[in-house]
C-alpha cells in the first residue's frame, strides 16, 4: 500500500512539473514571460533555465506536449552517440560499443525517459560533449562545452565546479581555476541576483 501511495506521489509531482515546464516554454514560444498557471509567477524565478528559450523555438513550430518528449529522446540519444565515439577514438571500435551500448540502457537515462520532459535532460548532451573532449584531452573545447551548461539550470554550476576540479587534477590549473570560480559566481549572481528579482517572494525557495 505505502509503495502505491509513494508511486503515485510520484507520478504526480512529475505530471506537475512536466505541465510547468510546459507552460513555461508555451510563453516562451510566443515571446511571454515564462509563467505557469500551476506556479502563479514567471518560471525563472523559481528555477534559472534559459536553455529552455531554444526549445520554445521548436514548440512555436510543432506546438504539442510530445514535442518536449521528443526532444528530450533525442538529446539523450545524441548524448549516446557522443559518449560511444569519443570512447571509441581513445579506447577503441569494440570498447567503444560496448560502453556506448552500457551508457545507453543504463539506470540514468531509462530513468529520465519514465520522468517526462526535465530541462535538466538537455544537459546531457552538453555534458557528454565537454567529457568527450576532456577524454581527447581538447581542454579549450572541452571547456567551452563546460560552460554551456551554466544555461541548463542553476545547480549545474556545482556539475561545473566538479569539471573545474577535474581540470586541475589534470595540470590544467588556469583553466580550471578560472572555470570553477567563474561557476561559483554565476550561482552567486543567479541565486543571489536573477531569481530573487524574478520570484514574488523575493528570494530562491529551495534552500
Known amino acids: 500500500m505505502d509503495a502505491v501511495i509513494k508511486t503515485n506521489h510520484i507520478e504526480a509531482d512529475n505530471h ?21 498557471t500551476i506556479k502563479s509567477f514567471d518560471l525563472f524565478g523559481d528555477h534559472f533555465h534559459p536553455i529552455i528559450a531554444v526549445v520554445a523555438q521548436f514548440y512555436r513550430l510543432f ?32 570498447r567503444g560499443l560496448v560502453a556506448g551500448f552500457a551508457y545507453a540502457i543504463s539506470w540514468g537515462l531509462q530513468s529520465a525517459l519514465y520522468f517526462g520532459f526535465h530541462e535538466v535532460s538537455l544537459g546531457v548532451p ?38 573545474g576540479i577535474y581540470l586541475c587534477v589534470q595540470k590544467q590549473y588556469r583553466r580550471g581555476i578560472a572555470l570553477g570560480a567563474g561557476a561559483i ?13 524574478l520570484n514574488p517572494y523575493g528570494r530562491y525557495l529551495y534552500w
Open 185 to 197: 559566481g554565476w550561482l552567486v549572481l543567479v541565486l543571489g541576483v536573477f531569481v530573487p528579482a
Open 16 to 36: 506537475a512539473t512536466h505541465q510547468n515546464i510546459h507552460q513555461a516554454i508555451a510563453g516562451l514560444a510566443h515571446f511571454r514571460a515564462p509563467v505557469s
Open 126 to 163: 552538453i555534458l557528454a560533449a565537454a567529457a568527450a573532449h576532456y577524454l581527447r584531452r581538447s581542454w579549450r573545447a572541452g571547456t567551452w562545452w563546460a560552460i554551456f551548461l551554466l544555461l541548463v539550470k542553476e545547480d549545474m554550476a556545482l556539475t561545473v565546479v566538479t569539471l
Open 63 to 94: 506546438p504539442h506536449a510530445s514535442t518536449l518528449l521528443v526532444l528530450q529522446a533525442a538529446a539523450l540519444s545524441l548524448s549516446v552517440v557522443i559518449v560511444t565515439k569519443a570512447i571509441q577514438d581513445v579506447f577503441g571500435a569494440g
